[in-house]
């Protein structure tokens, strides 16, 4: 079992700054596969970025490149996603998302992770 526990969320505005953090704990970290997902309301999950067991490869959704940044803390087992000059469109509950299968290539697909948070809300006003 693999717990994952999402932090950081909140209310800010349009062009500011959040940065999330998901905490992991049950299995060890250097073997996961890490991604963030996001849910708006009325709309379906999808990925925002995702990195691999040893950082090596990241992946970026077209619509967060250059504003968004993924990071692991293997010293905390924790993962980090920075974001920058948000918009109201990125208001969402934002998920962190374990792949426990790191003998495979890093996935972008919601399928290809097995433990989730709860979620934390991010919430940008105009």
């Known amino acids: 079992q693999v717990q994952l526990a999402e932090s950081g969320g909140g209310l800010v505005q349009a062009g500011g700054s959040l940065r999330l953090s998901c905490a992991i704990s049950?299995?060890?970290?250097?073997?996961?596969?890490m991604g963030w997902f996001r849910q708006a309301p009325g709309k379906e999950r999808e990925v925002v970025t995702a990195i691999s067991w040893n950082g090596g490869t990241t992946y970026y959704a077209d619509f967060v490149k250059g504003r968004f940044t993924i990071s692991r803390d293997y010293a905390n087992d924790m993962v980090y996603l920075q974001m920058s000059s948000l918009k109201p469109e990125d208001t969402a509950v934002y998920y962190c998302a374990a792949d426990i299968d790191v003998g495979v290539r890093l996935g972008a697909s919601e399928n290809r992770y097995d433990y989730w948070g709860q979620g934390t809300q991010v919430t940008v006003s105009s």
């Open positions: 049950g299995r060890r970290f250097r073997n996961l596969h």
